[in-house]
């Protein structure tokens, strides 16, 4: 099986159902954002995990082609970077963190919205193209 199809049938739903429950279970969602934002723990395992994705998903796949597949590639950039900001600024993630949900409390269901299309996206292309 291509690479690709792999990635995107593995990481297309999972971020489907994250994008749908985050639009359906905003104040849950916000909550947990919050929560997670003022633990320094969780920013660290949160950081690792992401890195380590990202990290798995630019080793195996760092195909830069015009078409659907550098989705992949950019999402596992974005992963690796989001994850090592996590781990070696932790303070001032949480802050910049807590200054977005604060100021801009409808940035949750448009990222929402963003996670549900690209999960759509992938997974049209890893089942259905």
Same mark, same amino acid.
């Given at each position: 099986?291509?690479?690709?199809?792999?990635?995107?049938?593995?990481?297309?739903?999972?971020?489907?159902?994250?994008?749908?429950?985050?639009?359906?279970?905003?104040?849950?969602?916000?909550?947990?954002?919050?929560?997670?934002?003022?633990?320094?723990?969780?920013?660290?395992?949160?950081?690792? *995990?992401?890195?380590?994705?990202?990290?798995? *998903?630019?080793?195996?796949?760092?195909?830069?082609?015009?078409?659907?597949?550098?989705? *992949?590639?950019?999402?596992?950039?974005?992963?690796?970077?989001?994850?090592?900001?996590?781990?070696?600024?932790?303070?001032?993630?949480?802050?910049?963190?807590?200054?977005?949900?604060?100021?801009?409390?409808?940035?949750?269901? *448009?990222?929402?919205?963003?996670?549900?299309?690209?999960?759509?996206?992938?997974?049209?292309?890893?089942?259905?193209?």
């Amino acid at each position: 099986m291509d690479t690709s199809i792999f990635i995107a049938k593995l990481i297309g739903p999972i971020l489907f159902v994250v994008g749908a429950g985050v639009l359906i279970s905003r104040a849950a969602y916000s909550e947990a954002a919050d929560e997670a934002i003022r633990s320094r723990a969780l920013l660290y395992i949160f950081g690792g *995990i992401g890195f380590a994705a990202g990290l798995t *998903i630019v080793l195996t796949h760092n195909v830069w082609v015009w078409g659907w597949p550098v989705i *992949i590639t950019i999402l596992g950039w974005l992963m690796m970077v989001r994850g090592a900001l996590r781990i070696l600024f932790p303070q001032q993630v949480a802050d910049l963190g807590a200054k977005v949900l604060q100021s801009s409390p409808s940035l949750l269901p *448009i990222g929402g919205f963003v996670v549900l299309v690209i999960g759509a996206v992938l997974s049209y292309f890893g089942y259905f193209a």
